[in-house]
């Protein structure tokens, strides 16, 4: 069931040449936790914004629960927002700022008492009530920021880059528990990210945003086994980008040799191939793919679970990233092996 | 880095030219002599008891300090919500209101003065309270504006944003979010006010009367017919006001903090 829905969403901010976000149209089911994902200035943030009434959208509706509030302002709207800098009232302690929005809907002391309380144990701070957020580490203000938010029992729940000013360390921890919180309190997400490793580690869906549009919509798979436009093949992961000519339906003429794709533009196209480096495999002796290729071993990059092979091949430079022990892993530079791949793993764009 | 010996002498220095004045006042308000004379012939506190047994001038002292105390109230009250929205409304003609509230800045004191004096006289407010007040609080405002300005700038938008997020009104998430936080700029404009009007002499010159006269002006008037040191006596209790009121903002708040640098 939908419950957040962005119709055509426009916002132009004065003298810019283009719009900050372009017509973003998204449904979002309830209890589902959507990335917004996309490098700076792609419109994310301006979208979550117009989300949370804080700012005004030129054209273009926001829903929730079939109840349309774009004219609604900030205080009316009943969103939790969790934004980058936590925006904590410094002069309030912990449990002073969860109370904050329930004080405002005039709920009575002993019941804000209890709220607090549970809000501040949802996210492991009961010990901390007392503090004022200078007095709180990064990670602490976060989850009062979070605990803040979820208090109110809002209808959504926005999340503007919530991890970005925590050191890397602690990232993929508090990650893990955002996630598991909201999973918990079945709260309706949207989350503002730059990073594609959060989005796709947390997202139930990802939009992936750039100049203001969304370019795809789709399960955190979706995106990155079967990226929609060039955009997102780029942003998404990591990829081999060969430029290429398509001769016949299916295969793409690349360097000296034909490559086999799944889907192809017209023939005659000129076209750019991206190959995720895990979907390269070396060769094993009598082992046969949809594509096979000689190569040459240029340079090899060992990060420890994974090494890097980068190959001269006719088609082009390759890289393949395999699993340290798995047979070819150990091959040295300078040294021959063959490399495979799927045609359903050649993803085809118009260059 | 530890400043340097070079440094510090210069330091000294400056202090000693600013200060030298202060000191030769205050040497000679202990002075033991009838005249207005360095060095002093001996010391005494002759001049203060003189001071404090003087009714005019006594008087003189507590108009002042009540006077000071309503303007700083009345250019904070008129003050903060000007300065909240310069520093955070978008409107048509905000920055020509703000040019409007700095211009008694930049307009001569005398001008001014006689311009008030033109301007309240037909309205039989010249030489009253409220004519002193108001005429006190126009020249108080632009500072308690300008600092009011700053510090509300300092606010992080998104700290009010997170408030209206969570159900509050602009003007709720003004007075109980913005303002606190931003409340030792006010604590700061006030005292700011307060001294203006407390050492405002020009101004007064034009507007005080016979029955209604402020401490400066006194002692302007004091100086123009006495030479003894009871004067010097007189600034030294001003200095002592003034002093207190910064260390009373020091006290509450912090004075950097108060003026926006930490």
């Given at each position: 069931m939908t419950h957040l829905r962005l119709e055509g969403l426009t916002r132009r901010f004065a003298g810019t040449p283009h719009p900050a976000v372009d017509g973003v149209s998204l449904e979002l089911p309830r209890g589902a936790l959507l990335a917004l994902l996309g490098p700076s200035g792609c419109g994310k943030t301006t979208t979550l914004r117009m989300i949370a009434g804080l700012e005004v959208p030129d054209t273009g509706r926001v829903v929730v629960a079939d109840r349309d509030v774009t004219a609604l302002p900030p205080h009316r709207r009943n969103m939790g927002v969790v934004f980058q800098s936590y925006a904590l009232f410094p002069h309030m302690t912990a449990a002073a700022n969860v109370a904050f929005g329930l004080e405002m809907r005039g709920i009575p002391r002993a019941e804000r008492q209890a709220r607090v309380a549970e809000a501040l144990d949802l996210v492991g701070l009961r010990d901390y009530a007392a503090r004022k957020p200078s007095k709180l580490s990064g990670g602490q203000q976060q989850r009062v920021a979070l605990a803040r938010a979820l208090a109110i029992r809002p209808d959504l729940l926005l999340l503007d880059e919530p991890l970005s000013a925590l050191d890397a360390k602690l990232r993929e921890g508090?990650?893990?528990?955002?996630?598991?919180?909201?999973?918990?309190?079945?709260?309706?997400?949207?989350?503002?990210?730059?990073?594609?490793?959060?989005?796709?580690?947390?997202?139930?869906?990802?939009?992936?945003?750039?100049?203001?549009?969304?370019?795809?919509l789709g399960t955190p798979e979706e995106v990155f086994e079967r990226p929609a436009t060039r955009f997102v093949a780029t942003f998404v992961g990591r990829a081999a980008r060969l430029p290429g000519k398509v001769e016949a339906p299916g295969v793409v003429h690349c360097g000296a040799v034909a490559v086999k794709a799944a889907a192809t533009p017209a023939p005659g196209a000129s076209v750019e191939l991206f190959i995720r480096p895990h979907h390269i495999r070396p060769l094993a002796e009598g082992h046969s793919a949809d594509n096979a290729l000689d190569a040459q071993v240029l340079r090899r990059t060992f990060t420890g679970d994974v090494v890097a092979l980068e190959c001269a091949t006719p088609a082009g430079t390759l890289t393949a990233e395999l699993h340290g022990g798995t047979p070819g892993a150990s091959a040295a530079v300078g040294s021959r092996l063959r490399l495979g791949f799927a045609a359903q793993d050649v993803r085809v764009f118009p260059a | 880095?530890?400043?340097?010996?070079?440094?510090?002498?210069?330091?000294?220095?400056?202090?000693?030219?600013?200060?030298?004045?202060?000191?030769?006042?205050?040497?000679?308000?202990?002075?033991?002599?009838?005249?207005?004379?360095?060095?002093?012939?001996?010391?005494?506190?002759?001049?203060?008891?003189?001071?404090?047994?003087?009714?005019?001038?006594?008087?003189?002292?507590?108009?002042?300090?009540?006077?000071?105390?309503?303007?700083?109230?009345?250019?904070?009250?008129?003050?903060?919500?000007?300065?909240?929205?310069?520093?955070?409304?978008?409107?048509?003609?905000?920055?020509?209101?703000?040019?409007?509230?700095?211009?008694?800045?930049?307009?001569?004191?005398?001008?001014?003065?006689?311009?008030?004096?033109?301007?309240?006289?037909?309205?039989?407010?010249?030489?009253?309270?409220?004519g002193l007040v108001l005429a006190h609080s126009m020249v108080a405002l632009p500072f308690a504006v300008r600092i009011m300005t700053t510090a509300f700038g300092a606010v992080p938008r998104e700290v009010e944003e997170a408030a209206w997020t969570l159900g509050a009104t602009p003007m709720r998430a003004a007075l109980r979010i913005t303002l606190p936080i931003a409340a030792p700029g006010a604590a700061a404009a006030g005292a700011l006010c307060f001294l203006v009007s407390f050492d405002e002499t020009v101004i007064s010159l034009f507007l005080v009367g016979p029955r209604l006269s402020t401490l400066p002006v006194e002692m302007f008037r004091y100086v123009e017919t006495r030479t003894d040191p009871l004067v010097a006596a007189l600034a030294m209790a001003l200095i002592g006001v003034a002093l207190a009121v910064v260390l009373l903002v020091e006290r509450l708040v912090g004075f950097n903090r108060a003026l926006g640098r930490s």
């Open positions: 508090v990650r893990d528990e955002i996630r598991a919180l909201q999973q918990r309190v079945g709260a309706t997400t949207v989350f503002v990210t730059h990073d594609q490793t959060e989005a796709l580690a947390m997202a139930d869906l990802v939009a992936v945003m750039n100049e203001g549009r969304v370019e795809q | 880095m530890r400043p340097g010996w070079a440094l510090r002498l210069l330091a000294f220095c400056g202090y000693a030219l600013l200060l030298a004045p202060v000191i030769v006042v205050a040497l000679i308000s202990f002075s033991a002599g009838d005249f207005l004379t360095f060095p002093p012939p001996g010391f005494s506190t002759r001049w203060y008891e003189a001071l404090f047994a003087n009714g005019q001038l006594m008087a003189a002292l507590q108009r002042s300090a009540i006077l000071a105390s309503v303007v700083a109230v009345i250019a904070l009250l008129a003050g903060l919500p000007a300065a909240y929205a310069i520093a955070r409304l978008r409107f048509p003609g905000r920055d020509a209101i703000a040019m409007l509230i700095a211009a008694p800045l930049l307009l001569p004191t005398l001008v001014l003065g006689l311009a008030l004096l033109l301007a309240l006289q037909p309205l039989k407010l010249a030489a009253t309270w409220p």
